[in-house]
């Protein structure tokens, strides 16, 4: 279980790549005192810098799990919600370099040039997808009109019916002199041209073809309009299929980037936990430990991390001095504190 735990008590990070690097962190602990030293004056430098810190926590807020959308992606299976979340989740990877290089401290500066935003593949999403597009991939709404051409084109097809209706009504009754002609649709009869039963046998429509009878009315249909209401019928099963084929392509391109997008993860992953790391130190008053190459041990006023957080008030900080004896006697009753004074 995580409560009670000290990865419950460090585990402060902002996306879930975070946590998932804090318990690697924890469970394959650093042993080289050079890359120990480096990731205490990575947290040494969040916590100097209020203004970066929360920036980058800000920033780290819109992004989601790239690693298990990149196993998505990887796998083939993932939807247009996975594209639209990796797609929000680059928006502020340059911000986060931006702020990092702007701080001209050498070693953030260094972390800020090893972020790699990925600006293309943002470019790519932001062009292709809607704001936010369905779960289901086989009934489009996806894409863009503007992102293709053909689907642009059955896109206004299918959107402005109602406008080329309104116009055909108007010229068809300026040609037969009909007043009371309309142009409508139902889902039985599909298209059709209505006109009352006191014109049925004009001359000026031997060109109608009869296609049902009314009480009161007649409706026709011709050749124009049988030919739009195939197309337009014809346009949103097109669509869908069009939509199907450009996310295939979509989701295969984007899958030429995963190495860089695990890269991407891992980098953020790191920073997530370095900032947690400077928050709990000064939420919690933690002091930075110094090394050396002997087997002195001197800690004065020390603390179990998890154990105060239980007892608050109640906990008493107990020195640990270990220097040319190597070796401590421990002794006292059950429950009173030998292993916690051990860990």
């Not at 990925?118 to 809607?130: C, D, G, P």
């Not at 206004?156 to 406008?163: D, M, V």
């Not at 949103?236 to 299929?241: G, M, R």
């Amino acid at each position: 279980q995580r409560n009670g735990s000290l990865l419950h008590l460090l585990d402060k990070c902002h996306t879930a790549m975070g946590s998932r690097m804090l318990n690697k962190w924890l469970n394959h602990p650093l042993i080289d005192v050079k890359a120990i030293r480096e990731r205490q004056e990575y947290v040494t430098r969040f916590m100097n810098d209020f203004v970066l810190r929360s920036e980058i926590e800000n920033a780290l807020k819109t992004v989601y799990d790239l690693e298990r959308i990149v196993g998505r992606i990887s796998c083939g299976n993932c939807n247009a919600k996975d594209l639209a979340q990796l797609r929000r989740s680059l928006s502020n990877i340059p911000n986060i370099k931006e702020l990092l290089i702007n701080t001209n401290d050498s070693l953030l500066v260094k972390m800020g040039n090893e972020i790699d935003p990925i600006s293309e593949v943002h470019e790519l999403l932001v062009k292709a997808l809607v704001e936010n597009p369905p779960l289901v991939i086989k009934e489009g709404g996806m894409f863009n009109p503007e992102f293709d051409e053909q689907l642009l084109e059955l896109t206004n097809l299918k959107n402005n019916s109602k406008e080329w209706i309104l116009n055909y009504e108007i010229t068809e009754r300026e040609k037969t002199g009909i007043k009371t002609l309309k142009v409508g649709y139902n889902h039985v009869f599909g298209y059709y041209i209505e006109v009352s039963k006191s014109f049925i046998g004009s001359p000026l429509l031997e060109n109608y073809d009869r296609k049902q009878t009314l009480a009161n009315a007649e409706r026709f249909i011709t050749p124009e309009l049988k030919e739009y209401e195939a197309k337009v019928l014809s346009a949103s099963d097109k669509i869908i299929q069009l939509e199907y084929d450009l996310f295939i392509n979509l989701k295969e391109e984007v899958a030429t980037y995963i190495k860089r997008i695990q890269k991407l993860a891992d980098k953020l992953s790191n920073i997530d936990c370095l900032v947690a790391f400077a928050n709990i130190a000064l939420k919690n008053n933690y002091v930075k430990p110094e090394f050396n190459m002997t087997r002195d041990i001197t800690i004065i006023d020390g603390r179990h991390p998890v154990v105060e957080t239980v007892l608050k008030n109640d906990y008493v900080s107990n020195d640990v001095i270990v220097n040319k004896y190597n070796t401590l006697l421990i002794t006292g009753p059950n429950m009173s504190g030998k292993s916690t004074y051990m860990r």
